[in-house]
C-alpha cells in the first residue's frame, strides 16, 4: 500500500529555518521516498510502512534536536486517490 503524507513543521524556536531545511534534506536522502517541497508543506510518499517508520524517526530526531516543534500532517491512501483518478480520466 502506498501513502502521501502532507507535513508541515513549526519549530517553536527564534531560528526556526535551520531545523525545517534540516528535517526536510534528511527525507531527502531517503532513496524510497518522493519527496516535494512546497512554501507550506513538504508531500512524502512511498510504501505505507517505509513512510511511517521513517517519520517517526525523523520526527523523534527533530525534536530531540529543537525541543517543542509542532508537526502538521494529512495521510491519504495513495492507491485509492490513483485509483479514483484513473476512474475520473
Do not use: W
Amino acid at each position: 500500500m502506498q501513502v502521501m503524507v502532507e507535513l508541515s513543521l513549526y519549530p517553536l524556536v527564534d531560528e526556526f529555518i535551520p531545523p525545517i531545511k534540516a528535517f526536510i534534506e534528511r527525507l531527502n536522502s531517503y532513496e524510497t521516498l518522493t519527496v516535494t517541497t512546497c512554501s507550506t508543506s513538504t508531500q512524502v510518499h512511498g510504501s505505507y510502512s517505509e513512510v511511517m517508520a521513517i517519520l517517526g524517526a525523523e520526527m523523534q530526531r527533530t525534536h530531540e534536536d529543537v525541543g517543542q516543534a509542532v508537526f502538521v500532517a494529512k495521510f491519504l491512501n495513495y492507491d485509492a486517490m490513483s485509483s479514483r483518478q484513473a476512474n475520473h480520466d
